[in-house]
């Protein structure tokens, strides 16, 4: 048992460090572009809300469209990690939680077939932490779920950016 508690505390602290790095680097890329006000801005609201509110918010915060997504995207994707090394540790913690995830693995069995991509079309739309979970409750891997999540974020992020660029050149 203690093996698995310090196997366990490993990877929530790689999980961390990860979400870190990229949290950091969202930052430093925006504040190489546009300075403080404006990434403060697009990585909170890709935090706290979801990407495409981040992206959508960086073309009239001046962000080129490719340089607002990769922000936007990187903030959104910060806490992926950590949620990912953390999910197994967390339901242990709550009984109930793992009776209802217990009940739920049995409607992963049937539709985890369908493979861990089908997340990356999701991804804009549920977000990433109930992808995650989602990947989590179908035990994928979690690194094919930060990949799958990742192409979806960043798909979405660059249309919206570049929706965003076109249509204030519209106006």
């Known amino acids: 048992m203690e093996v698995l508690r310090i196997k366990n505390t490993r990877l929530v602290w790689l999980g961390a460090t990860l979400s870190a790095v990229l949290l950091g680097a969202a930052f430093v890329f925006g504040m190489l572009t546009k300075g403080i006000v404006p990434t403060v801005s697009v990585v909170l609201t890709s935090l706290t809300l979801e990407v495409l ?74 977000g990433v932490y109930v992808g995650v979970s989602i990947g989590a409750l179908f035990r994928f891997p979690p690194i094919s779920v930060l990949t799958s999540l990742a192409v979806g974020v960043i798909a979405s992020s660059l249309l919206t950016t570049m929706g965003m660029a076109e249509l204030m050149r519209l106006l």
């Open 53 to 126: 509110a981040g992206a959508a918010a960086s073309v009239p915060l001046g962000f080129d469209p490719a340089m607002g997504a990769l922000v936007a995207s990187l903030a959104n994707l910060a806490p992926v990690p950590l949620l990912a090394a953390s999910f197994d540790a967390l339901v242990r913690r709550w009984n109930w939680l793992s009776r209802k995830l217990a009940r739920a693995e049995k409607f992963g069995a049937q539709y985890g077939k369908y493979g861990v991509w089908v997340l990356a079309p999701l991804a804009p739309f549920l």
